[in-house]
């Protein structure tokens, strides 16, 4: 089972500034097969990025992912106000369904 | 727009049985593999069980093999989920999601609480 392990825990920032969110895995992960979601408290996660780098539908430009192989990065440029939450990545190369990492919170400094 | 609403959770002993609705709507729901996946109590995400559009295939996470049983009606654009013999580390609240039959989850129902506890 490929392990991924998203650092840091939490992230603390301004509104305005730059997050970089971080996603490793134990193994390779095939074709960028890699996913993040967004989660805000008491409601349902919500998909970002997938391919590693596609924008989902309706998804502002400030999300960007990038990555390959072992390593991928999630970037918001400009932290908006409805931009704290809890991110998850996921693996979905391996069968059936993948695996999630921990999460990263990103919280108002 | 894509809706997914979940229903049938709640308070179940040790060992006992709950069946989970997924009412879907705003989309050919015959046309998309759908999964559930849980999320315990201030934890992070487990898939947990997928279906393929006709319900020709099937896949179960290790933790629920043999014990969850995954179904759809596509003529009541509905998805089930059948657990039995439930134990403490059931406990999560359960979504249904529309899956991208590469394996990402494009939408999310709102969850349905499952609590199994003595």
């Known amino acids: 089972e490929i392990v991924l392990t998203q650092s840091p825990g939490t992230l603390s920032l301004s509104p305005g500034e730059r997050a970089t969110l971080s996603c490793r895995a134990s193994?390779?992960?095939?074709?960028?097969?890699l996913a993040w979601y967004q989660q805000k408290p008491g409601q349902a996660p919500r998909l970002l990025i997938y391919g590693a780098s596609s924008r989902a539908t309706g998804i502002p430009d400030r999300f960007s992912g990038s990555g390959s192989g072992t390593d991928f990065t999630l970037t918001i440029s400009r932290l908006e106000p409805e931009d704290f939450a809890v991110y998850y990545c996921?693996?979905?190369?391996?069968?059936?369904?993948?695996?999630f990492g921990q999460g990263t919170k990103v919280e108002i400094k | 727009q894509v809706q997914l609403v979940e229903s049938g959770g709640g308070l179940v002993k040790p060992g006992g049985s709950l069946r989970l609705s997924c009412a879907a709507s705003?989309?050919?729901?015959?046309?998309?593999?759908m999964s559930w996946i849980r999320q315990a109590p201030g934890k992070g995400l487990e898939w947990v069980s997928y279906?393929?559009?006709?319900?020709?295939?099937?896949y179960y996470a290790d933790s629920v093999k043999g014990r969850f049983t995954i179904s759809r009606d596509n003529a009541k654009n509905s998805l089930y989920l059948q657990m039995n013999s439930l134990r403490a580390e059931d406990t999560a609240v359960y979504y249904c999601?529309?899956?991208?039959?590469?394996?990402?989850?494009?939408?999310w129902g709102q969850g349905t609480l499952v609590t199994v506890s003595s």
């Open positions: 193994q390779s992960v095939s074709s960028s097969y």
């Open positions: 705003g989309f050919t729901f015959s046309d998309y593999y």
């Open positions: 999601a529309r899956d991208s039959t590469k394996g990402y989850f494009q939408h």
């Open positions: 279906i393929s559009s006709s319900g020709s295939t099937i």
């Open positions: 996921q693996q979905y190369g391996s069968s059936p369904r993948g695996t």
